[in-house]
């Protein structure tokens, strides 16, 4: 049964639509905020056998789809366990025999525990756009859910057939007021950590040593050696140089006759490009990474300390731009305003008073008490993708305050009445299940810490970002009781040889090209500075800034022609700018250029959980 729709004023594409009409629906939206793997419409993964070697099947209309099997540990020669992997390709323009094929892009979402599939299904035609160089290089672009996520089998999961009981712990979480609800919030939150640690140890076993991200690397390395085979059998000409075959049979990986990997690696998928580039160097042919994750800080010490650096500041600038647009514009802004800090002061002042004087929302027989937590998490969700939430999120807040808090409900219950959970049965594997698994497997073991270091852990964070430091803290406190580390556990060294002085004729054991960093100016959650320190690690890398605010450039979805040139050349040529430079913003978030129209050829006005990237258990992520 679906729930029922309030009957109050909705907001579609900035202007008021009285009335409780259907929701225009969109598939999840951002490249850069990764995508459960339920956004993707409806495909029966189970219809393909897992093979050792490609074999596509039509899927989700135009699109391929092949189940590949790989081994489950790649250390261990003598085992004969294996994964099966959800691979998705969109062919190239063309086809694999024109002359303007350039080959296969791979790409990775983020998260971790982003699905490839859900992502490329929304995203394809935003990377053909932004890659292809028209009428003279087009690519095929594929993409895959890493081990143990999605429709890549088996799958993490810490609630199986126990769907109450994953939305029992989701309740608590949000009952107790999150990480900053009060002084017994954090041993609260530790308790909740060490029965879900205890929990994803008892349902999932040794597969959680298994699904860090040095074996998702191999496993990349793995799919661009099979695409390469797969060509090569349907090809009507050559794609694979015959002096490649020994090469790989001698498992020599860094041969310039063997293929190599074009990537394009969004937030913590910037992670994963990071491993692959410098545990494979010889075989990077082009990788850009956007929205760049200080990969030091995720693998070694206390972790995930850096992210939030531009979060208050990003806050600081929405409020002035709500100020700047007026009323007409901003539905927060008001006449007595002398500056957004007025605004700010207003809204943080309601929103602190929900601890004093509970607000209630209902839609239908569901009712909720709001708590500071609920506003703040969609809150900082919409500094993800200003240009698409900006206006919505001051006309959402705006309404909570003059007391209807509908909108905000459709933010954070996003799995509706808890009778559907009940109806449901079984749990389906949670994005955050995987994420722990790999975040805590890869960074160093934080278990047996007591109250005390994560007061000081939390004390940091909100140092950082009075707005963000709670919930990042939450991420890593699901490591507080993971003690299943990745049995193949890279640290580094980051860095690559210089790469090759003639791209079209790569040397052995060098990159082909350099590797090429996107960054927006002001990122919620992987901030410039993490960028311009991760660039230094590669010789030859460039770095390209957008005049924007956002998670990601990509995610942005209105690139202009100066960065979209600079990507097709590097695709094309190989060609990086030099040293760093930087690109213009395409619009302002509060101007009218910035209507949304969607990357997707399906697209349509986005739902409201559609908009702030808030899917089904979707933790905040990279």
């Known amino acids: 049964m679906v729930a029922d729709r309030p009957t109050t004023t909705r907001l579609w594409d900035g202007g008021r639509v009285d009335g409780a009409g259907a929701e225009p629906s969109l598939p999840a939206l951002a490249v850069a905020a990764a995508v459960s793997a339920t956004a993707a419409p409806n495909f029966d993964w189970a219809s393909i056998t897992p093979s050792a070697d490609l074999e596509y099947h039509d899927c989700y209309g135009s699109y391929k789809c092949a189940r590949l099997s790989l081994p489950l540990d790649w250390l261990d020669e003598t085992s004969n366990e294996t994964i099966a992997l959800a691979i998705i390709k969109s062919d190239a323009v063309g086809g694999i025999d024109a002359p303007t094929y350039a080959g296969p892009v791979l790409s990775n979402p983020g998260g971790p525990g982003g ?243 509970p ?46 808090a509908t909108g905000l409900y459709d933010l954070i219950a996003t799995e509706g009445p808890i009778e559907n959970t009940c109806k449901s049965g079984n749990a389906s594997p949670g994005p955050k299940d995987a994420q722990s698994a790999i975040l805590c497997g890869d960074g160093e073991d934080i278990t047996g810490r007591n109250a005390s270091f994560w007061r000081g852990y939390l004390d940091r964070q909100l140092a950082q970002s009075s707005l963000a430091g709670a919930r990042w803290t939450e991420i890593r406190l699901s490591c507080s009781n993971w003690t299943a580390k990745a049995k193949w556990n890279f640290k580094g060294p980051f860095t690559a040889p210089e790469p090759s002085k003639n791209c079209s004729a790569p040397e052995s054991g060098r990159p082909a090209a350099p590797l090429f960093f996107l960054s927006n100016r002001y990122d919620p959650v992987t901030p410039l500075r993490g960028a311009r320190k991760v660039v230094k690690k590669y010789p030859g890398a460039g770095l390209l800034i957008q005049e924007t605010m956002g998670h990601t450039v990509f995610s942005a979805r209105a690139a202009t022609d100066c960065t979209k040139n600079a990507v097709r050349r590097y695709f094309a040529d190989g060609v990086v700018p030099s040293g760093e430079t930087t690109c213009e913003a395409a619009c302002d978030p509060w101007g009218p250029a910035c209507n949304y129209t969607g990357s997707s050829t399906t697209a349509a006005a986005p739902s409201l959980g559609e908009r702030f990237g808030l899917g089904e258990q979707f933790p905040l992520q990279l």
């Not at 993490?156 to 007021?177: D, E, K, W």
């Not at 693998?299 to 007026?326: I, Q, V, Y």
Request: proline residues 4%; glycine residues 10%.
């Open 115 to 357: 699905s490839g599939v859900a992502a490329l299904l929304e995203s394809d035609a935003l990377q053909r756009e932004m890659v292809d160089t028209p009428g003279k290089k087009h690519f095929e672009y594929v993409s895959f859910d890493p081990r143990g996520i999605g429709f890549s089998t088996p799958q993490v999961n810490c609630y199986p057939n126990s769907s109450l009981a994953l939305r029992a712990v989701g309740l608590q979480v949000r009952g107790s007021g999150g990480l900053n609800g009060g002084h017994a919030s954090l041993p609260f939150g530790l308790g909740l950590a060490e029965i879900t640690g205890a929990r994803c140890a008892k349902h999932n076993g040794d597969l959680l040593k298994y699904v860090g991200t040095a074996s998702v690397a191999r496993d990349m390395l793995a799919i661009v050696d099979k695409i390469d085979a797969y060509n090569k059998r349907y090809s009507k000409k050559p794609t694979l140089d015959a002096r490649a075959e020994p090469e790989r049979r001698n498992g020599n990986s860094n041969s310039s006759a063997l293929p190599r990997l074009q990537y394009l690696g969004f937030s913590y998928g910037t992670v994963l490009g990071n491993y692959f580039a410098s545990m494979y160097p010889g075989r990077v042919g082009r990788v850009l990474l956007d929205g760049i994750v200080d990969i030091d800080d995720y693998t070694t010490g206390d972790g995930w300390l850096s992210n939030t650096a531009d979060t208050d500041k990003m806050a600081d600038m929405f409020f002035g731009g709500c100020h700047k647009a007026g009323q007409n514009v901003c539905a927060l802004a008001r006449k007595t305003d002398r500056s957004g800090a007025d605004i700010s002061k207003r809204v943080w002042a309601w929103a602190k008073s929900l601890d004093e004087n």
């Open 359 to 404: 607000s209630f929302v209902s839609k239908g027989d569901d009712t909720l008490v709001l708590r500071p937590n609920d506003f703040q998490f969609p809150f900082i969700s919409a500094l993800y993708i200003p240009i698409m939430t900006f206006k919505y999120a001051a006309t959402i807040i705006d309404y909570a305050m003059q007391g209807n």
